[in-house]
C-alpha cells in the first residue's frame, strides 16, 4: 500500500517533525494496540515495524519534495484492514506534519 501525503515544507521541517512525533505512527492503527519500532538509515527514509494482533508489519516514509509517503507491506493474512489503515494514513499522516 503506498499513501502519498502532500506538503509545502521544506525537507528539514518535515524531519524535524516526523522525528518529534514518531510516537504517535501506533496511532495510524485502528484499535490502538500497535507497538512501534522506527529507524533513520538516511536523512529521507525511516523505516518501520508495527507489531499488532499477534502480526509484524513493515513499511517506509519516504521524504521526497512537497510530498511525504508512506509504503506498508501487508502480508496475505492482513489484506482485510488495507482499507482502514489507508483511511488511518491518510488522516493522521496529515496531523503528523502539522
Known amino acids: 500500500m503506498r499513501v502519498p501525503i502532500p506538503h ?3 525537507k528539514d521541517e518535515v524531519r524535524r517533525r516526523l522525528r ?5 505512527i501506533a496511532d495510524f ?3 490502538g494496540m500497535a507497538d512501534v519500532t522506527t529507524d533513520w538509515p538516511d536523512d529521507d527514509t525511516m523505516v518501520l515495524n508495527v ?7 513493515d513499511g517506509t ?3 521526497e519534495d512537497g510530498q511525504v ?7 496475505p493474512a ?3 484492514v488495507e482499507g482502514m489503515v489507508r483511511g488511518q494514513v491518510e488522516a493522521k499522516g496529515r496531523k503528523l506534519l502539522r
Open 8 to 10: 509545502s515544507l521544506d
Open 20 to 24: 518529534a512525533r514518531t510516537g504517535e
Open 29 to 31: 492503527i485502528p484499535g
Open 51 to 57: 507489531s499488532a494482533m499477534g502480526k509484524s508489519i
Open 61 to 63: 516514509v519516504k521524504i
Open 69 to 75: 509517503v508512506f509504503t506498508i507491506d501487508f502480508p
Open 78 to 80: 492482513l489484506a482485510f
